[in-house]
């Protein structure tokens, strides 16, 4: 359990995963869990949601990634309307493909320090942004939701440097149960680790029946 100011930040060494895990256990294992400040000083690549029951995207499971655990892809679209951000997870029982769109309305480019309410799913029209995020096979029809996208820094030839934004996703209809979720994306950060606040380290040991 993280300790007031912390967050759990998902498995590392031979524990993969999220917040659930699963692990081999056909010799002796190590595994680590990650704990990181709620708030960080420093860019950092960091993805959380929360899904309330009911909810079909995320099955009312709250889902944490991070380098340790996933791959990213960050890209903004030539017309720089549209972010698409696709992160893969490293589980040894499955991999999790979710992908996470934030679209501006038509012929706007997508600002920092801006927030989009009324987003719906594709196909996007000219007066409203657009967000979806979809994965694992499953996907929305349609969507209500907002996002704030707090910081978009691009560098040469618009490659995406550093994004930080929350998001509210109803899945079908707006009184439909949310995910709620936050999303921190740095290049070239990387999170800083201390000693007994960011790390729990165990041993996982083969028994025999």
Same mark, same amino acid.
């Given at each position: ?6 967050? #759990?930040?998902? !498995? ?6 999220? $917040? ?28 959380? !949601? ?37 992160? @893969?997870?490293?589980?040894? $029982?499955?991999?999790?493909? !979710? ?27 000219? /007066? /409203? ?17 907002? #996002? ?18 929350? #998001? @509210? ?5 707006? $009184? ?22 960011? !790390? ?5 040991? /083969?028994?025999? $029946?």
């Amino acid at each position: 359990i993280p300790d007031a100011g912390y967050l #759990f930040g998902g !498995w590392t060494e031979d524990c993969h995963g999220a $917040a659930a895990t699963s692990v081999r256990l056909n010799m002796r294992k190590h595994c680590a869990a990650v704990f990181l400040p709620t708030i960080s000083t420093t860019p950092r690549t960091l993805l959380t !949601w929360a899904s309330s029951a009911g909810d079909y995207i995320g099955q009312g499971r709250s889902e944490t990634y991070a380098p340790w655990n996933s791959r990213w892809a960050v890209v903004l679209e030539p017309t720089g309307q549209r972010l698409e951000i696709v992160v @893969t997870s490293l589980d040894d $029982a499955q991999v999790s493909r !979710w992908n996470l769109w934030f679209q501006a309305p038509n012929g706007q480019l997508l600002q920092g320090g801006t927030n989009y309410t009324g987003a719906i799913r594709a196909p996007f029209n000219t /007066t /409203t942004p657009g967000l979806s995020v979809f994965g694992n096979g499953r996907g929305c029809n349609q969507v209500v939701g907002e #996002f704030n996208l707090r910081e978009l820094r691009l560098g040469p030839g618009d490659v995406v440097e550093r994004v930080s934004l929350d #998001f @509210t996703h109803h899945c079908e209809l707006g $009184a439909a149960p949310p995910l709620t979720g936050s999303l921190e994306y740095s290049r070239t950060g990387l999170p800083t680790m201390a000693l007994d606040k960011t !790390w729990l380290s165990g041993e996982l040991l /083969t028994r025999s $029946a």
